[in-house]
Structures are given as structure tokens and as C-alpha cells.
């Protein structure tokens, strides 16, 4: 079968901002729509019919079962584009960038739009479980009577609502609980951590400051920047907190605020295209897609160092680049999701880990290391925040922006998920 | 910002009571809107020493006017045009109260005058008297016209221009442009396709398109055809892409003020368009203060993005192969520019300063493949920005022109559009006040 190149031709992304902030009244739809309409303007698609739009978001209504597609209708694009939803936790901004890719590259489609939307702000609460099977249980009662004696068994302390919370359903912990367990066995300290949080916050200051968001970004609800981001953010400052996560490790605990992602509202687009239909429509081409693999780790059963929650991509990414016959050294910029510095840092120790790597990733010996230099230069998730499913449209736009601005080169992308699932990819300038 | 005042005298009652006790009574603007005929009325065509030239009808019909030579007792016309171009001796300006004295009592309400004149060319002594007499006689009428009429005067040094210039001081495009002279001077100007879309195919750039003038400029060049790049600060930008959308444009985050303005907009023009048409420099700032109390940051930053941006995009332009031939750039200035303001000594520098910009550089943009660089310079306009005048200032600031009520944004925008149409090409360095004829600084 014949492919082609999908290229990628933009980004846009609104501001990410604090849980209850400036978007604390902003739903999912809201903030896709505003998304979609920013990219229409920055590239001039107005009334445009694209191939598809797929999007996401982790936490989501029920009502809001047909999400993207209903963005789409309140959208400036044609409401003749079709679209549909894609969820895979912190994975599916990316997932939706790759299923989009394919089917440009297939020629399916001639262009798209990948995107994911997040808020913890406006969170679907439902109600108590209990009382939702009373309910269930009125209505499928045939008569009153019936109807009445199931209502009756509504207790008071059903009536408390349930609220979403960040933790995963088969062990009951958070995220950051898992991560604090992956943190301590990598040995990963806590100056390590906090200077690669403080990078973070210093590079996207930076970034921001020499423009380079000004064509990735549309300011939303009064917020031009990122809500999270302290420029003066430093490991000194960052030093002083106290651990948030991994508490019950007494002094070992080495995960605070400051270097852990807080929740976060926001989203993010990508546009992508065909080359006959980004030179049609006068657009130039930032890079192209080049491939992708997703790995999954058994972290509920599996060991407790080497299959943590977060640490699926380091399984990803030995399989991607031998596919590619790539190293880390073929890359210019390698952008790794700050879910937790933590994170980052194990992931980079486990590629380093000669024996790991042997054991678990059937190489020769270490996959090899990250040029420090080449990572997250722009600075990443800690920084920005991390609205879970627009993080990796954050990520795409920025990588393929820094590509193109560097007159060529190779990127590589990095995002850990929930559930124990990692996706990475390969773009190219 | 709805001008009450403007629409209680409008009303029976209020035009009852206004009249009686002496009160300005701002009539309601002609504004033009789409699939409007050029004039409401008939036209009256006169000309001094001899008959109306056969061209000058011609211009006139072709634009949809109908044409009328005499006013019978009682009866109105919308527009008189005055071909005065033959006057040469002081004796000859009489023709012109002859014509225009029963004109301007059949004119009807919005009624257009306009003089044609020829400039002084230092020949002659006495014809250059004469000439320039026809400043103050249309300068002083239009201060005399009521019920929103207004007289304007073109030299005419070329016909090439002199088609379009009809249609936009005819039309209600030009409603808040009153008491002006124009010159039409040499310069490719053809007609467009269709004088509806007489931007077709250009692709036009407007800085600080995101609210007020440069929204109402974007949309305006939108509406005549063009493909319109809408730029403003990146903080403006949930506005701008409303802008961009509404009109059917693109966004642009872009700081002019900011030293990699010039390349990026390049780079920008050079990614995504065929070439830069239409330039509209509208991104300006205000940071008024005494000039006693006026901080170095508040002088550097109005100079920065006000003039020098301008200044340093243009330069750019020119020395790339991004502008195309016949472009069209409009520099905003303002009144404050002519005749100062309190607290804006910053401000009417480069306000001032855009004005020897557009003199200046008339002719390197003439060269560049005859195109044109010329700056309007608006009076009171409502705005956000003068909504937030204290009700006193702004009650007297709108009262203080000719036409006794503020602009608005769209009067600024029909008159940069015509400036930035190909039919314009013979208007080149030249000032163009939209300013209702604003008594300060006329």
C-alpha cells in the first residue's frame, strides 16, 4: 500500500489554567470550541470542511458523549466536518494525533485536526452509586407501586455525590502515589527533581518571552500565559516545599507541588494535512509525522520498580526507534511529559540501566541516554500545567514549531498515561 | 457607545425642543451599507465657465448617479458637483456662488457637495489666488451645511483617480468626512472588475485589528474583497480570532513593536500569502500624561509602537519582495497630530510624526511599482477607548465638528478602504482627516 507524508501545519492551544481559576466556569465543550475557533482563525479555515476532527478528554460528562463533534458544530469550521472522541487518559492528545496521521498518510483523509480538552474545574460529579441503582431501579419499575416501593430504599447517605478523583480504580492509589513508589525505587532525588522542575518553568519563561508561543497560543478568559508558570521559579524556591505525594516514605518523600503537575484546565489543537492540501491552501508545513508505538506495563501485578504506573514509555520507545533504526543521538529535541519530574528522571534512569534493559527490553545493553541539552528545551508540563488530554496537542505543535524554526531535524515524544500506558512518537523536519 | 443626545434630537419631541432653545441638533449619517445606491437623490452637475465636461457626467452616471444640469424651484437634489477647475481671475468665483447658492438650499438632508478645482501651480499670481480661494469657500460651506450634509473639494491633477474618488465622496462611505481637500494627482489607478468587490483577489495586513478602528478596517476591506490578515499582540488574541472569523480572515500575533517585527512579518507574508497589497498601520497606543510628569517608559513606548514600528515595517517592505506593485498603504494619524492635545505631547508626536512618514516616503512607494502610502487622521471616533471619557468631555468632545456628533469606526474604515483601493492610485502622500470637520485644528 502506498503512503504519504502527514504534515503537520499548526497548533493552537488556550492558556492553561489552574484548577478552579480563570476557567473554573469553562466546560470541556467550551474550551474545545474556543480552541478549534483559535486555530480556524490563525490558518484562515473558516467554513472549512476537514476530514475529520479527533478529540478527547479524560474527565468527561456524560452529556457530553458526542464532545468533539459538538465542538465542531459550534465551531467557524464547516459543520460538515465529522469528528469523534478518543480517550486514553493522558495518552489521548497524542493517540488522536496518530490516529489522525494514519489516515492522512493512508490517504483517507486530506487533513485534521487532533486535539484533547481537560478540565478538573467544571468535573462531571455523579451521583452516589447506590443511588443510582434505586434510580435505575424506579424506572424500570412497571407501576406505581413499584415505582414508589424502589424509591423508598433512597437512603440520606446516598445522597452524597461522586466525585471524580485521580486515582486508579484496580489499586485505589493516586498518581502521584504510584510515582512516589517509581521515584524512591529509580532513587531519584529530590535536588534532581526540583532542578528539573525549575528548568522547566525557566525555559517556557523564556519561550514565551521570545515569542515562540505567540503563533502556538489564543489568550481565553483573560489568560495570555499559562497560569502555572513562575519565571522566577528556582531549585532554591523549590526546596522549601514540603512533599506532597509518597508521605508515608517519612523522610524519604521527595515529591512536593513544585515539582509535580498540579490539576489543570485547558486544550489544545493540531493541524494536520497532506502536502497537496497545505500547499492549496497557501500553508506552510512546520514538520511531519514520521511514527508511533504505544506500550502498556502490568502495574498492579508487576514489579514494583520496573512496571510503575507511569512507566510505560520506556517500554514504547526501544521498539519505536529500532523500527526507525534510530538512537537518541538521531533526535534534536526529545520532549518527555513532566507528569512529575520523577517521571521524567526515571524514565532517563531506566534507559540508562544496562541490565534493565537487557532483562526487560531485550537490548544489547542501556538504550542509552537523553542529551539534557535536547530535552523539554521549551520547557513542559511542569511548567505549563497538564490538562490531561491536551497535553499531548501541547506538545505536537510546540515539538513541530521547534523543528521548523531549526531549519530541519529529528524530534521525539514521550507522554505516560493512566491505566500504566505510554505513547511516543517521532516527528520530522 | 450610543450617542443619546444624537437620537433625542432626532426624535419629534427632542428636535422640537432643541431648535427652540438653540441646542446643536447632529442629524443621523448617511452610512453606507450594502447594495446601496450611490446617492438617495439626483445629482446636480455644474461647472464654471461653460458646460460640465462630457467625462466628468460620464464618471458620474457610471457610478449610478443621476445626473441633473438644473434645479427647478422646489425641487432636491443629494449631491452638487461643481466643476470649478477654469476659474483663473477672482471675477470667475462668482459662478460658484450662482451654482452653489440655490444648490445648497434644494439639498436634501446628507446632501453631498463637492468642488473640483485644479491646484495653484505658481504660473500665475492671480489663478493661483483664485484656485486657492476654492479651499475657503468649501471649507467655510461645509461649516454652513446642516442635517448632515458636507462639502468637500478635489484637486484634480489627474482623472486616473478621480472615478473612485467620486463614488466614496458621493456615497454615504464618506459620511464623516467633511470640509476636505484631496488631492488627485498622477498614478495607476485602474477600475475593478466590480466596483462591490473592488478588493477581489488583494490581500490586505492590518495592525491592531483586534477592536475598535482596526476591527472596523478589517471588516471593511473584508467586505470590499480582500483576504485579510487581522494582527494585534498575542493578549489581544481571543478577540482578533473573533475578528479573523468574522470576517473570514486570518490571525496574526504580532508585537510591531518589537525589534523582530519586520522579519517575522516577512516571513509570515512570504509562508502564507502571494505578496502584501494592502498595509493598513493602525496598532497605536495611548499613554497621555502633562509633559512635565511624563515618564521616560510612557514617551519610549507610544514613539515605539506608534511611529518607529511603522517607520521599520516599511523599510522592510520596500527592501523585500513581499510588497507587490500597486500596494496600498494607509498610516493612521489623528487630529491630535495636526493640531495637539493636552497630555498627548507623546501621542501627537508620532501622530504628527506619521504624517512626515507618509510626505516622505510618498514617492520610494510611488517607485515601487506605482503604489501609494497616505495617512487618515480621525477626529472624535466613539470607541472603546473615548467610552471611557468622562460623560462631561465626551458630551462636548462629539459636539465640537461641523457634522456635531463623533465618527465612528466604520467612517474610518470606508475611507481607508477607498485609500487602499486600486482605484485610489493617483492619492499618494497625502492626509486624509475623517473627523466630521472638527473645529480644533482645522
Redesign the interface.
Known sequence: MNTRRAAIVGGNRIPFARSNGPYAHASNQDMLT?TL??L?????L??ERLGEVAAGAVLKHSRDFNLTRESVLGS?LSAETPAYDVQQACGTGLETTILVANKIELGQIESGVAAGVDTTSDAPIAVNEDLRAVLLEANRAKSVGARLKALAKIRPQQLVPSIPVNSEPRTGMSMGEHQAITTIEWGITREAQDELAAASHQHLAAAYDR?F???L??????L?RDQNLRADSSVEKLGKLSPAFGKAFGDEATMTAGNSTPLTDGAAAVLLASDEWAAQH???VLAYFVDAETAAVDYVHGDRKEDGLLMAPVYAMPRLLQRNKLSFDDFDFIEIHEAFAGTVLATLNAWEDDDFCRRRLGLDGALGSVDRAKLNVNGSSLAAGHPFAATGGRIVASLAKMLHDNGGGRGLISICAAGGQGVVAILEA | MSDRYLNLVNSPLGSAVASRVGLPQPAKLRRYAGGDPLLPGPALLGATGGKPAAALRKLLTGAGAEVVDTLGEGERVAAAVLDARSVAAPADLGALRDFLAPAVKGLQANGRVLVLGRLPDGKSVTADATRQALDGIVRSLAKELRRGATANLLWVENEASLGAALRFFLSGKSAYVDGQPVVLGAGTAPDPTDWDQPLAGKTALVTGAARGIGAAIAGVLARDGAKVIAADLTQAGETLAKVANRLGGSALHLDVAAADAPPRLLDHLAAHTDGLDILIHNAGITRDKLMANMKPEQWDSVLAVNLESQLRINDALLGSDQLNPQARVVCLSSTTGLSGNRGQTNYGATKAGVIGLVRSSAAAFAKHGASTINAIAPGFIDTEMTAKMPLATREVARRLSSLQQAGLPIDVAEATAWLASPGAGGVNGQVLRVCGQNLVGA
Open positions: 474556543a475557533d483559535g480556524v482563525a490563525r490558518f484562515g473558516q467554513n467557524r515569542g508561543l505567540d503563533d497560543i489564543t489568550p481565553y478568559l483573560g495570555s497557501k500553508l506552510p
